[in-house]
């Protein structure tokens, strides 16, 4: 059963960086969408970034100049997906997932949670001003 797992929020101060990690284990498909969505505390779910197996990136807005979405090398053993984030804010402050599809990205995965079979438990990111 396909798996996924984040890892690397934590508590920062405004301007700070972190590089939050997602893991795709038991992934035996021979393509994968991957976004990373994030929910506030009284908010609804927003799309982050997006990227497939062909590298293929998009963005939310609010995350273009800031985040940077990646993947690890082809040749590597797991698949890992990055989400690097600079210069954080109090309004960052969230439980970012991460979450896959077998199929390329279409300019609807940023947004469409209907589309993701497959999602992880959450990691906590917390930015203080």
């Known amino acids: 059963q396909v798996r996924l797992l984040e890892s690397g929020g934590g508590s920062v101060q405004a301007g700070g960086s972190l590089r939050l990690s997602c893991e795709l284990s038991?992934?035996?498909?021979?393509?994968?969408?991957v976004t990373w969505f994030r929910q506030a505390p009284g908010k609804e779910r927003e799309g982050v970034a997006t990227i497939d197996i062909s590298g293929k990136t998009n963005y939310a807005d609010f995350a273009k100049e800031r985040y940077t979405i990646s993947k690890n090398p082809k040749d590597s053993a797991r698949l890992i997906l990055y989400l690097q984030m600079n210069n954080l804010q109090p309004e960052d402050t969230a439980m970012y997932y991460c979450a896959a599809d077998s199929a390329y990205c279409s300019s609807a995965s940023l947004w469409s949670e209907r589309q993701f079979r497959y999602w992880g438990q959450g990691t906590q990111v917390t930015v203080s001003s």
């Open positions: 038991r992934y035996t498909y021979s393509k994968y969408c």
